[in-house]
């Protein structure tokens, strides 16, 4: 797994995930969510179209990360989607919670 940040503008913070999420990746994952979180921004971005696959701990962190905006009154979306990690979310019915976005240029015309 590999992530990067990118700060597209002003309070937004974009991450960009690649790779597998599993127990073994997870605490890295989520180290990169919380020093986001950390940032003075209003926006947090999770570009999620590079991961084929995520298991329980993944979205345990995307979880933690959820509650992180609402203590912070952040904005937490989570883009691009695929069938597998879509599908995750959804037999954990989890999908209501999160905001999520078919690609990270539809999320971020969303922010406004």
């Known amino acids: ?4 940040n990118d700060s597209t503008s ?11 999420i599993d127990m073994h990746v997870s605490p890295k994952f989520r ?13 947090v971005v999770v570009d999620l ?6 298991d329980s ?4 962190t995307l979880v933690e990360g959820l509650r992180w905006s609402k203590k912070e009154d952040k904005r937490f979306i989570l883009a ?3 069938e597998n990690v879509s599908r ?14 078919p690609t990270q240029a539809d999320a971020l015309s969303r922010i406004g």
């Open 10 to 20: 002003e309070g937004v913070e974009v991450i960009i995930v690649e790779g597998d």
């Open 49 to 54: 179209s590079g991961v084929p696959f995520m």
């Open 31 to 43: 180290d990169s969510l919380f020093n986001v979180f950390r940032k003075k921004i209003g926006v």
């Open 80 to 82: 691009g989607l695929q």
């Open 1 to 4: 797994m590999e992530v990067s």
């Open 57 to 60: 701990s993944a979205i345990a």
């Open 88 to 101: 995750t979310l959804k037999l954990a019915k989890l999908n209501d919670f999160f905001e999520i976005s």
